[in-house]
Nanobody, 118 residues
Framework: QVQLVESGGGLVEPGGSLRLSCAAS????????MSWHRQSPGKERELVAT????????RYADSVKGRFTISRDNARNTAYLQMNRLKLEDTAVYYC???????????WGQGTQVTVSS
């Protein structure tokens, strides 16, 4: 059974930090690219960051460059999103995604809420 379970969300003040985790099971994690997406009320889901299967290539949305860091630990089947200098506009539900390019298999987690508020 494929599972992606996000954790680490919560309430944080502007300027604060959070680290999200995405624990994967039921598939070959090390062969999948991982990404983080977010969705705010009334807005479309947007891509935040991606990392290739071996962690060699990483990309970020312009809105989070220099503040967020995506990483992965293939030995632990876990992806991470370190979020620093959080802003009010970072408030959203954050989802992790696993995508295997050559098969097209695509899995999503259930999401974790991040709220930035003073």
């Amino acid at each position: 059974q494929v599972q992606l379970v996000e954790s680490g969300g919560g309430l944080v003040e502007p300027g604060g930090s959070l680290r999200l985790s995405c624990a994967a099971s039921g598939f070959s994690f090390s062969t999948y690219a991982m990404s983080w997406h977010r969705q705010s009320p009334g807005k479309e889901r947007e891509l935040v960051a991606t990392i290739t299967s071996a962690g060699i290539s990483i990309r970020y949305a312009d809105s989070v460059k220099g503040r967020f860091t995506i990483s992965r630990d293939n030995a632990r089947n876990t992806a991470y999103l370190q979020m620093n200098r959080l802003k009010l506009e970072d408030t959203a539900v954050y989802y992790c995604n696993a995508y295997q390019i050559y098969s097209g298999y695509d899995y999503w987690g259930q999401g974790t809420q991040v709220t930035v508020s003073s």
